[in-house]
């Protein structure tokens, strides 16, 4: 009968294992998830032109379909200007699904705020080359303080700004292009039964993102730019503001020339409270030589004893409304209530 080492012999077998000879029981816990995704090279390029509850209208070298975000993005927002990558099904057949598994590097994004205090950004539309500001002559009243806002958005982020005057047989735009006539910003007039074709020049080969008051002829002239397009067009309250019309951003292809426009909805606001104090100036170069001589770290506004601005404007260099209008922008940001009227 075989004896059982002990002592010595048992310390001398023990001698004879390594680490290599140690078998670990494995545990519950599994090993972690090494899948690689696919890169999706061969994926269909398209545009996106209408985002609707989790569905995104595509348009792709062979038609429009209806696509999905994939899981694999993640918390990425898609809205209409982006370009993507599709996969699955790009027939765009009836019932038929594609997948959005790639998001292209955008080249600019249109953000505003809800308010100037609220912290939440909201992008408006991406990759737009011209931001066009439609404003009405009268009915309703043209309203600088949201032009000037969305001056501030379109400078920001790298957009060329035009400014779209409609209603023109109601009243002239000289008083509001005196406004801006320090400013190297680009405008039309805009009349009934007027040609259309300096607007389609302007837009031609670009992606235009509309934006303005309800009831400024917005959707007016979307129909005539796009005919066929039957955006909903609207009337000019009691009070003077528009009813909303259009319910959401659609990018809709120009007829006459290679370009498209993002028509969007109506809207009151523009909160900026995502560009920074200083960045506001960039809607406001007229003003920029007169903070030459502020001192270090001037907050330009009308409680800054220093600023150089209250007196360069006083001195003929400026319209004293612009500086008004961009100390109420600072103002707004800052909580503050508004001093002046504020036409926003």
């Not at 078998?23 to 090494?34: F, H, M, Y």
């Not at 569905?55 to 899981?71: I, K, P, S």
């Not at 408006?124 to 009243?141: E, G, K």
């Not at 969305?150 to 700004?161: D, K």
């Amino acid at each position: 009968m075989d004896r059982a080492p002990e002592g010595p012999e048992l310390l001398k077998q023990s001698k004879d294992f390594d680490e290599d000879d140690v078998r670990v029981r494995p545990g519950k816990r599994s090993r972690p998830r090494t899948r690689i995704r696919p890169k999706h090279t061969d994926a269909t390029a398209g545009l996106v032109i209408a985002v609707d509850r989790g569905r995104y209208t595509c348009v792709t070298d062979d038609g429009e379909l209806t696509a999905m975000r994939a899981r694999e993005l993640g918390r990425k927002s898609v809205v209409v200007g982006d370009r993507v990558g599709l996969v699955g099904d790009v027939t765009g057949s009836a019932g038929s699904l594609a997948r959005i598994v790639r998001i292209e590097e955008r080249v600019s994004t249109l953000m505003r705020t809800a308010d100037d205090d609220d912290p939440t950004e909201r992008v408006v539309v991406a990759n737009a080359d011209q931001l066009v500001i439609v404003a009405a002559l009268a009915d309703p009243q043209p309203r600088t303080g949201f032009i000037d806002r969305c001056l501030v958005a379109a400078y920001h982020t790298g957009i060329t700004p035009l400014l779209c005057l409609t209603k023109g047989d109601l009243a002239g735009p000289e008083e509001l292009l005196d406004y801006y006539s320090d400013l190297d910003l680009a405008w039309l007039v805009m009349q009934p039964g007027s040609s259309i074709d300096p607007l389609v020049d302007a837009l031609d080969g670009k992606l235009s993102v509309l934006v303005g008051h309800s009831g400024v002829g917005k959707s007016t002239l979307v129909n005539r730019l796009v005919p066929g397009t039957d955006r909903a067009v609207g009337v000019v309250s009691a009070i003077g503001k528009g009813r909303h019309t259009s319910t959401s951003a659609v990018a809709l292809p120009l007829v006459s020339g290679d370009g498209w426009i993002i028509d969007t909805p109506g809207i009151r606001s523009f909160g900026l409270a995502h560009v920074s104090a200083h960045s506001l100036l960039y809607g406001f170069d007229d003003l920029v030589d007169g903070t030459l001589d502020c001192p270090p770290n001037c907050e330009h506004d009308e409680h800054s004893p220093d600023c150089a601005l209250t007196g360069w404007v006083a001195a003929g260099n400026a319209d004293p409304r612009r500086l008004a209008s961009y100390r109420r922008l600072l103002a707004s940001r800052a909580g503050e209530e508004l001093s002046g009227p504020d036409r926003t």
